[in-house]
C-alpha cells in the first residue's frame, strides 16, 4: 500500500478493485464450526430474467448496512445470494423467440425446449448477478443457489411428496385464473387489476311462460353461451315470487332456472344477475350451492369451444362483438352504457384473464395457514418492521383459499407425479389415478401396488410445472441443505432477518411463513423489514409502461456505486416509507442528490488524505491513543462528539432507523470532524509547533478517522476499505469488513462540554458572517467584541479564545460583562445570551458600504413587483404549467428574503 492515497478518487477502479478481493480471498465465506452468536440473512432471490432496478438496489443496500454491521460486530455472519428461475417470465421470452423462428415449443419438444431454456440460462442469466456485484454485496458468492439447481430440486420434490401424503396437495376440478397467452393458470398473486374503461350491456331474458322478461346486465356478454341460472336476491320484493320459474337463455334457447341467492346486491343494477358458473369466481359459488350444470364455452386459447354454438372458433373478443350484434338482432338488447370498471389482467402474458374451469394441482392452505397465524399471535413472529404490516399479513392468512400450484408450462420444477398410459389410453382425464413419488422407480411400485400387477406400467409424468413460489417459498431453508440436515441448516437457520419490499409480502412472505412453520416446525426469520418504494424525481411510482425508471447502473458508472447506494439510504425516513430521486435530470442523467453523496465521498477522501500527509506516515496503531490528561479542549469535544455518533449509529443500525444513522454519519464527518475539529488542529499539526501537543492531535486524529471508517464501512464500502487500507497499512491478509465496529467509550462523552463547545462553535459562524454581510476581506483581521452577563459563557469564551481568534480572523478580541463607552458603527449578532460585535471604523468604509447594498435592495425590489405582478395576473396562475407558477412563488420568496436582510443591513449601518 502507498502511504498516502492519490490526489484524486477513482470510484470504478476502486470498486472493481475492492470487490475482486473480498471474492477472491473469500472474505464473507461463512463457516458453522467457528460458532458464536449467527446472523443470516438469504438474498430475495431476482428473476434470472431481471435486470438491476432501482428497488434491488434500495433493498440489496439496506441488507448490506445489516450484514456488514453485524459481521462487525462479532455475530458469525451468513448471508446467501442466489436467483430464481422465473418459470413464466422466460417461457414467455423462449416463445417469443421461437415465434420469430415461426415453430411452436410442441414442434420443438419438451427436452429440447428445456436445451434451449438453460443455454439461455447460462449464457444471459448471469447478468442480474453481476449487476448484483456492482453493489459491493458481501455475501458468500460460494453458497450461491439456484432454484432449479439440484439441490433445491430436491427440495421442492421432498415438499410436494411430503404434503400429498399427509393430504395437503390434492387435484381437482376448479376455477383458476386462466392466461389465454400463456395458456396456463396463474395465481391470484400473477394478477393485475387494471380499471379500463368499457361497457355494461343489458339484455333481457324472457320467462319461458311467456308472461314477461328479466333484465340482466354484464361486461363480458360472449359468457352468456355459458349461463345456467338467473339470480335474484330471495329477499327482493320485485321477483321472489318468479324463484323457481325458468327464463329462456337467448340464441342458445335453453330454459335456465331463477335462483334466489343472498350473493345477489338488491341495489346494483336490476337486481338481477346472469349466472355462468364456469367463467366467474362467484357464479362458480352459486353454482355448487344450487346444483347448477357447469359449461365452459372456451378454448386454452381464448377462443370458443363447440358449447358456444354458431360462435365456435371465434376469439372471445370477436365473439363479444357478434353475440351482441346477434341480441340486438333479435331483439333482447336493452341498452349500453360506458362503464369504467375493474379487468384482471396476467401480470407475465399481459393479456386479461379468464376464469376457467380446470383440473389442477392445489395445495390446501387452511392447516399451513392457521399454523402461522398461530406463531403470529402468540409469539408475535415473525416481527415486522414497521409494525404496521403486521395486521396486513395476518389479514392475508386469514382470507387465503386453497393455491394452485400447476402450471401448463414446461420451464420449471416438473410436477413428481406419474399416470399409467397403458392404463389409461394416455389420456389424462379428472379419474385419472396419479402416483406421486420422489422418483420414476418409486412411482413404479406405487403403480404396481395400485393395480394389482406384477408386470411394469408404462408411466408417464405429469407434463405440468409448479408455481414459481412454491419452490421459492422454502428458499429460506433448502438454500441451506433442506431436507438433509446441514450444519448450515442446524447454525445459520431460522435466519435473522427478511428485507424485502411490501408488494411482496402475499406474494412471497405469507408462503415461507407457511411453508416454513409446516416443515421446520418454526419460523423462517425473526425479523421481516419492510422498505417502500423508489419514486421517481415526479414521486411517481416507476414502470416499464410509464417509461419513468432510473437505471442505477448508469448512475453507478457517473457517480460510483458507494455514492449511489449513500444517496438510498440517507433518504429513508423511516422504515417502509418511500423515497424519491429528487434532482434527477431524465435528459442528462444526472442526479444532484447522487451528485451530493459523490461529494461526501470525495470530502472523506480529500479529509482522509490531509489527516494522512499530517501523520507522517505513522499509522493509528503505531500513533497510539492519547492518553486523557494530554487531551486539549478541542481534543476533548471531538471524542466526545465521536463516541456519542459510535453510540448512535449502533442503536440506528439494530432498529433498521439505517436513514437516521447515514444522515447522523454525515453531519459528524462533514461538520464536526472536518469543518471544526481539523481546522481547529491545523496550527498544532505546523512543523515548528510543540511536540507534545502535536502528537495528541495527530493521535486523536488517527483515532478518529479510524474509528469513522468502520463507522461508515457498512454504508460506503469500497471507499472506506481502500482508505483504511492506506492509513492503518494493512497487508491483503485483513479487510475492513472484517474489523470490529466501534464500541463507544461513555467515560469520554460529555454532553456538557459539547453544549459549551456550541458556543463557541456558534460565536465563530456568527462573526465570520458578520464579516462577510459588510464584504471584509477574507484574510483581514478584525477587532470583535463578545459581551456577556453570564459568568459561566464568559468562562467558556475564555476558554476558546484562540479557537475564535484562529478562525473568526479576530487581532483583537474583547469578552466583557457589559458594554462601556462608544462603540461606533459596528455590525452585531447575538448567539444565545452572548452579543457578538464588531467595529467597523477603519475596516470599511460604510458610506461605500450602503450605496452598494441600497443599490442591491433596489434592484431586488424591482424583482419583487415584477414577479408579484405576474403571480396576481389571473392568466398566468390559471394557464401556465404548475411547476412554472410554483417556480415564480418561490422566486418571489426568495427575494422577499433577500430584501428583508439587505433593509435590516442598512439599518444596522444606520
Known sequence: MTSTLPPQYDPSNTEAKWQKFWEEKEIFKADPAKGGESYSMVIPPPNVTGSLHMGHALGQTIMDIVVRYHRMTGRNTLWVPGTDHASI?????????????????????????LERAWQWKENSGGSIVYQLRRLGLSVDWSRERFTMDGGLSEAVVEAFVRLYEEGLIYRGNYLVNWCPATQSAVSDLEVDD??????????RYPLSDNSGYLEVATTRPETMLGDTAVAVNPNDNRYKHLIGKTVTLPIM?????????????MEFGTGCVKVTPAHDPNDFEMGKRHNLPFINIMNKDGSLNENAGPFVGQDRFVARKNVVQRLEDDGFLVKIEDYKHTVPYSDRGKVAIEPLLSTQWF??????ADQALEFLDEKNSPEFVPQRWTKVYRDWLVKLKDWC????????????????????????TDSTPFFVARCGVEAQEKAKAF???????????????????FSSGLWPFSTLGWPENTKDLEFYYPTSTLVTGFDIIFFWVARMTMMAGYFTEKMPFKDVYIHGLVLDENGEKMSKTKGNGIDPLDLIDKYGTDALRFTLVKQVAGAGQDIRMEGYNRKTGESSAVEASRNFTNKLWNASRFAMMNLEEQTPQQLGEAATENLELSDRWILSRYNQVVQQTGKYIESYSLGEAAKGLYDFFWGDFCDWYIELVKSRLQKDSDANTKKVAQQTIAFVLEGTLKLLHPFMPHITEEIWHTLTQSGEDKSLALQAFPKADTALINPELEQDFDLLINT??????????????????????LQSESDRERQILTSGESYIQTLAKVENLTITPSLDGEIGQNMAGVVGTVQVLIPLAGIVDVAALSAKLQKKLTKIEAEIKSISGRLSNPNFVDKAAPEVVQAA?????????QAEILRERLKQLG
Open 89 to 113: 417470465a422466460v417461457h414467455v421470452m423462449l416463445e417469443r423467440e421461437l415465434e420469430k423462428e415461426k415453430i411452436t415449443r410442441q414442434d420443438l419438444g419438451r427436452e429440447k425446449f
Open 194 to 203: 387494471k380499471e379500463v374503461n368499457g361497457n355494461l350491456w343489458h339484455f
Open 253 to 265: 334457447n335453453r330454459e335456465i332456472p331463477i335462483i334466489g341467492d343472498e350473493l345477489v346486491e
Open 363 to 368: 395445495v390446501k392452505i387452511r392447516p399451513m
Open 405 to 428: 400450484i400447476s402450471r401448463q408450462l414446461w420451464w420449471g420444477h416438473q410436477i413428481p407425479a406419474w399416470y399409467a398410459v397403458s392404463e389409461t389410453n394416455g389420456e389424462i
Open 451 to 469: 393395480f394389482n400387477g406384477k408386470k411394469p406400467f408404462e408411466l408417464k409424468q405429469d407434463p405440468d410445472v409448479l408455481d414459481t413460489w
Open 764 to 785: 465563530i459562524r456568527t462573526l465570520r458572517n458578520l464579516r462577510a454581510e459588510v464584504d471584509i476581506k477574507p484574510g483581514a483581521k478584525v477587532t470583535a467584541i
Open 889 to 897: 412563488r418561490d422566486a418571489l420568496a426568495e427575494a422577499q428574503k
